[in-house]
């Protein structure tokens, strides 16, 4: 049965009346809707149906959530900012929890709408993505003092050697048979095994260290004012303890693909070197000061090791049968994996340059 969306709107804590509610956008993940209201001095909100088949733990999720956005607010109030605009506000039932069960046993929760936000579907300017580095350095610099321990919702969410084990067995069931078409693409995976553990290795041994990541650094996971300023990082549903490098590798992996990450013309996709430039430029505006010599150092890599991941992923989950991914046709996670593939190919022939980037930036 659908979900009467006015009905669960009813339990959370609105300021006015509610008066159209509507599904957003197309994420992979979660349904999202937007609930306008009357009036024009009341907010509207954002409300998501939680997809509790990839988040078992939704009121870990949610705590995480609010222990992240409550340490943001506090250190934007010290600072005299505003703290509705520049976090993300949890909106709490009326009940006063984080989020509502419904009779279908589907939770769903609900925060503001910054009023006069603009997002971006694409980073395509060096200006653009210049803003968005410094948003989720500014976003890493203000929790990098985050204290409290974060439930680990995703257990080996970005961890290569945990995404290895579930490799290894989808592999060993292939349980749609489709492994024995797809030699080359597995080949992809294989070959680079070990070059990508022995990064990991580094994260293991806490050479590489464990800070508050946002693990969805897309550019519509930002917020921006009308005049082009970041207000805040959305979306903080994969917040994690985790390397902050996976942050930097994963907003490479979106921001300077110069194609679509399941575009079916391989031709379009490449790693645009001005994007990666400008991005790395406006991380470290806000980074440099935290950072370590050995995060630093692996800035270029992350690149490699996040798209690596993703090609991973997209092909496990067409060998494991869609399950994971949320797909438009047959076939699109081997679309996917193929154009995240060249991207992955991109970045390795532009890696030596990358570094020399990086090394011009500090
Ligand atoms: C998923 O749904 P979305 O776009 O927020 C995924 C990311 C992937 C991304 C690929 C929890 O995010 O890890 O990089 O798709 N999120 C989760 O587009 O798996
Ligand atoms: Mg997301």
Known sequence: MEANLYEIAKYFQLEGEVKKITPLGEGFINDTYIIETEADDSPNYLMQRKNKNIFTDVPAMMDNIERITS????????????????????????????????Q???????????????????????????????????FQRMTS???????????????IRFRFKQWDEVLAKDPVNRKKVLGKEIAWIEERREEMLEFWKKVEAGVIPTRVTHNDTKINNILFDDKGE?????????????????????????????GSEDDK????????????????RG????????????????LAFSAKYITYEQV???????????NYYKIKYAGHNLVRTHAQYKLLQSIEKQYDEMKIVVKSIL
Request: one cysteine or more; proline letters at 2%.
């Open 71 to 102: 340490h943001l607010k506090k250190k934007i109030s010290a600072q005299g900012g505003d703290v509705m605009r520049e976090a993300l506000t949890v909106i709490k039932t009326k009940e006063g929890a984080l989020y509502y069960i419904d």
């Open 104 to 138: 279908e046993e589907e939770y769903w929760a609900v925060c503001l709408f910054i009023a006069g936000s603009v997002t971006y579907e694409a980073a395509d300017t060096p200006e653009l993505a210049y803003s968005g580095g410094k948003g989720i350095g500014k």
């Open 145 to 159: 003092d985050f204290t409290g321990k974060l439930s680990d919702i995703l257990p080996g969410f970005h961890d």
């Open 230 to 258: 970041v207000l805040c990082v959305i979306d903080l549903d994969t917040v994690l303890s985790s390397t902050a490098l996976n942050d930097f590798g994963d907003a490479i992996r979106s921001y300077a693909n110069t």
């Open 265 to 280: 013309d391989l031709d379009k996709v490449t790693m645009d070197v001005k994007i990666f430039e400008a991005y790395t």
């Open 283 to 298: 991380y470290l505006s806000e980074a440099k000061s935290f950072l370590t010599p050995v995060e630093l150092d692996h």
């Open 312 to 322: 991973l992923r997209f092909l496990m989950d067409y060998i494991d049968g869609d």
